[in-house]
């Protein structure tokens, strides 16, 4: 299968300031990323949809201006947590789909825990 | 808008056995893909299995399989002579057909499957 690697896997952070974690799709273009957020024991919740040369597209109660989502080329993709909180405190995880042919599954990065202090 | 619904928030089985998750869906769509991930403690999600919903045939994958009722709305994961590596978590994801460019999943909110020796 396709790989998708994250960087940072773990970071911490003071309150503040900002931290950039990577997502990179090493065998495969990918003009559309996820980001995803995961909270100890429950389901990934989707933040935003990162399209390649466009701006990002964000799900209801995500603020924008927080995170930004950066897609700069085929194989990657950014998101900034600007002024972190210890409230940002979470599981990171981005995904690309394929897009060959159905079922276009996606594949997902080992995610990154980041902690705000 | 689409729902997924795991009902079980956790099972255990013993290893050797068999045991089945359950996720039901609710869509108005006829064209659309569901996916089984495991997410084991590493947290890297791993996609199981995969079935088109134009597909009448059930997916199976080694010791995996589903049993996929369209009608019903129902996608249930079978897991034969379970291994202790089957622990983790189990998401069941919907995607409709791609059709407006989107390729967003919809998440159950999980099941915890221990395995027991």
Known sequence: GAVVSQHPSRVICKSGTSVKIECRSLDFQATTMFWYRQFPKQSLMLMATSNEGSKATYEQGVEKDKFLINHASLTLSTLTVTSAHPEDSSFYICSAPQLRQGPYEQYFGPGTRLTVT | ?117
């Open chain 2, 1 to 117: 808008a689409q729902t997924v619904t795991q009902s079980q928030p956790e099972m255990s089985v013993q290893e050797a056995e068999t045991v089945t998750l359950s996720c039901t869906y609710d869509t108005s769509e006829n064209n659309y893909y569901l996916f089984w991930y495991k997410q084991p403690p590493s947290r890297q999600m791993i996609l199981v299995i995969r079935q088109e919903a134009y597909k009448q045939q059930n997916a199976t994958e080694n010791r995996f399989s589903v049993n996929f009722q369209k009608a019903a709305k129902s996608f249930s994961l079978k897991i034969s002579d379970s291994q202790l590596g089957d622990t983790a978590m189990y998401f069941c994801a919907f995607m409709k057909h791609p059709t407006t460019g989107t390729y967003k999943y919809i998440f159950g909110t999980g099941t915890r499957l221990k395995v027991l020796a």
